[in-house]
């Protein structure tokens, strides 16, 4: 075999709300180059799409020319790795059902594979993270959105229709909030950002006593973790019903799931203590009693601004190979 053939090199992209990144990734998962852009400067998805190609193709011309990539792995919320597609997502500007595996593939003439986010983190924690030989757990994204990823027998498990994992739209509410997705009483109602914000405001509303999160100028769940840390009895009541509801939907998943661990990822994971420790109390006491105790929870260690880019890659290398550029 003509080892000069094999291809070494890979792109991992990164879509989120805010940003754009996207990276020249070798096997070892050593990032060679990196850059990004803000994803709200392109709401029409045709010109998002000519903007991260030619972001792309600018990085590869730069670092050893397109002969050194093998593909495109991409992780964006409410995709869909069976289709390819960005499938009704409730938060990004472009609506209905993108076909982005396609028209990124069509563009740079590379094998493109396209993931949910939390199905790449998946792959990116089984790679490199604290997942690293396990073969049953559980992924959970907190932070705009609620989603998941369920890792048994040592594979992302999908679905027939690639929409498995998605416990932010399990009902702990009858008649409860309305949920982004157009239901209601969904769990990411309850833990997700939104949802967050929506407690705080109802937990002020039910009590007239001082709270800092009353001078707040803008509350998020950052700002109201940090009053956390300040003692602020208000906002602890905040994170303790939140975590209350995450592990009461957790522990009906992992009931079914059997996990060795969670993994939990995301910005509103970094409340730390003021969510995991009722969320953990929560779980124990709602799981099916032959696991309690068995199941760890766990922070991603993975560093942020890398962790979707390097699932990502990994995603990139399991899709089958096809490039417009071939040696003669």
């Not at 990276?23 to 998002?48: C, W």
């Not at 690639?162 to 157009?182: K, N, P, Q, S």
């Not at 997700?192 to 109802?202: D, F, L, N, P, V």
């Not at 995991?276 to 993975?302: C, Q, T, W, Y």
Request: proline share 2%; net charge negative; with cysteine.
């Amino acid at each position: 075999m003509d080892q000069s053939s094999v291809k070494k090199r890979v792109v991992g992209v990164d879509i989120s709300l805010d940003a754009t990144s996207y990276a020249i990734v070798d096997v070892r998962g050593n990032i060679l180059a990196k850059d990004s852009f803000p994803t709200e400067d392109y709401p029409e998805i045709g010109a998002f799409v000519t903007a991260l190609c030619n972001g792309i193709i600018k990085q590869i011309e730069s670092n050893g020319g397109f002969e050194t990539i093998r593909s495109v792995g991409i992780s964006a919320a409410s995709a869909n790795y069976r289709s390819g597609s960005i499938v009704n997502a409730p938060n990004f500007p472009w609506k209905g059902v993108i076909p982005l595996s396609a028209l990124m593939r069509d563009s740079l003439g590379l094998a493109v594979a396209v993931a949910n986010n939390s199905h790449v983190v998946a792959l990116g924690e089984h790679a490199f993270g604290c997942a690293h030989g396990m073969r049953n757990f559980i992924v959970i994204t907190i932070g705009s959105g609620l989603g998941s990823c369920i890792f048994t027998d040592g594979s992302a498990r999908l679905g027939s229709d690639g929409y498995a994992g998605e416990i932010g739209h399990t009902c702990v509410r009858h008649d409860g909030r309305l949920c982004g997705c157009g239901n209601k009483g969904c769990l990411e109602a309850y833990t997700a950002t939104k949802g967050i914000i929506r407690t705080a405001r109802e937990v002020m509303a039910e009590s007239g006593a001082a709270t800092k999160m009353r001078r707040l100028e803008k509350l998020t769940p950052r700002t109201i973790a940090e009053l956390c840390d300040e003692g602020d009895e208000m906002a602890i009541e905040v994170f303790r019903r939140t975590g209350e509801a995450l592990g009461m939907g957790l522990a009906n998943y992992a009931s079914v799931i059997d996990p060795e661990a969670i993994i939990f990822t995301g910005g509103i994971s970094k409340a730390g203590k003021w969510l995991m420790e009722p969320a953990k109390k929560a779980f124990d006491e709602h799981v099916f009693h032959n696991i309690r105790g068995k199941v760890k929870f766990l922070l991603s260690d993975l560093d942020e601004s890398e962790r979707n880019i390097l699932g990502a890659s990994v995603l990139a290398w399991e899709v089958k190979e096809y490039s417009l550029f071939v040696e003669s």
